[in-house]
């Protein structure tokens, strides 16, 4: 009998030290046993676009509303154009007449104007050679006056006469050799054609003239604006009849797909997580509904964790900012939705950050 009680008192401690050892092993370790996944809480973020148009003018026409969803490209609204039409027929019959310039330059000279400069040196040629006779027999009088005014047969004053005359005619006889030698350069230049240097700043003009007429028609396709990515608008700021700059918005285009859950990482699970993981969202909003997600980014700075973020950690706790990216083609996620996030940490190995992330997922 004594030797029974011995041994239940024995299997009684051994049953408190096994509980006792149990307790301590959960103490002491069992916050170290490994999850099976990360538990964050946060919101729903999104991107937004200001969108303005490229000049100024009165606005024509907006053509769609708070909470119409856009493709990207589509037409949401149009300045008024006449001004910038003029400007572009403007440009373009200056266009026109510089090719014009430039084509008569490379052409050269026809053969109808050639023939006129040879015909005009020509005409030249034979007023020279008639005011070359004129000055022979100019030189001939004078010298016959000459001699008899010596001898007294006739005056001076008929002497005087037949000197000026050959002074008139030998004047006369130097302008008609210029204007042979004019003429002589004219033909040149028509046989030769235009300078290679007129050519060239003719050339140069005409790019100058189609720069304008671009720079003219890029400010009337600036009439004009598009969404430049798929999203809602988000608020209309002005109305037709407005006058519309850059610097003051149209429209508010919040880009929603994909968005993301603005998170924190406590600092001890920061070695668990890395970027390409794929993570669930859920929202109160749609009671067993997750949406799938990935890690997109993960701040390189700690910070404290904010009191906006409803979290189970203490509020002095160091944290990490995540994105954990989410499509969102349905337009459920919405901008400071709260959401929760859960990161599995078996089978989910990190990978690539896709550079379209909606396109692979």
């Not at 008569?104 to 006129?116: Q, T």
């Not at 944290?319 to 859960?342: F, K």
Request: glycine share 6%.
């Amino acid at each position: 009998m004594a030797a029974k009680k011995k041994i239940r008192i024995i299997a009684v401690v051994l049953i408190a030290l096994a509980l006792v050892g149990t307790f301590v092993a959960r103490h002491f370790w069992g916050g170290r046993a490994p999850r099976s996944s990360i538990t964050l809480y946060g919101n729903v973020d999104i991107r937004q676009v200001q969108l303005a148009f490229n000049d100024s003018e009165r606005i024509d026409k907006l053509l769609v509303d708070e909470g119409a969803a856009v493709r990207a490209g589509q037409l949401v609204g149009q300045l008024a154009t006449q001004r910038f039409r003029d400007a572009v027929a403007r440009c373009r019959a200056d266009v026109a007449e510089q090719r014009q310039i430039v084509a008569r330059l490379l052409a050269g000279s026809r053969p109808e104007e050639i023939a006129r400069a040879r015909a005009d040196l020509a005409a030249a040629e034979a007023d020279v050679r008639a005011a070359q006779a004129n000055v022979e027999n100019s030189e001939a009088l004078y010298g016959r006056q000459q001699a008899l005014a010596e001898k007294q047969y006739v005056s001076l004053q008929v002497r005087d006469d037949a000197r000026r005359g050959l002074l008139v005619a030998r004047a006369d006889l130097e302008a008609k050799e210029k204007i042979a030698a004019a003429r002589y350069q004219a033909l040149k230049l028509a046989v030769v054609g235009p300078r290679k240097e007129d050519i060239a700043a003719a050339k140069a003009k005409l790019q100058s003239e189609m720069a304008v007429l671009a720079t003219a028609q890029k400010n009337l396709a600036d009439t004009q604006l598009y969404a430049p990515a798929d999203g809602v608008i988000q608020d209309r700021l002005l109305e037709p009849g407005d006058m519309a700059s850059p610097q003051t918005p149209v429209f508010t285009l919040a880009l929603d797909n994909p968005v993301w859950v603005r998170a924190y990482l406590p600092e001890p699970e920061l070695g668990k997580v890395a970027l390409g993981m794929t993570a669930w969202i859920s929202t109160d909003s749609f009671p067993g509904k997750r949406f799938r997600g990935w890690i997109g980014f993960i701040s390189p700075v700690a910070e404290f964790t904010p009191k906006s973020v409803e979290t189970t950690q203490l509020r002095s706790q160091l944290v990490y900012r995540v994105r954990v990216y989410a499509c969102n083609p349905d337009h459920r996620l919405r901008l400071g939705m709260p959401a929760t996030v859960d990161i599995p940490l078996v089978g989910n190995p990190a990978h690539a950050v896709p550079i379209n992330p909606c396109e692979t997922h």
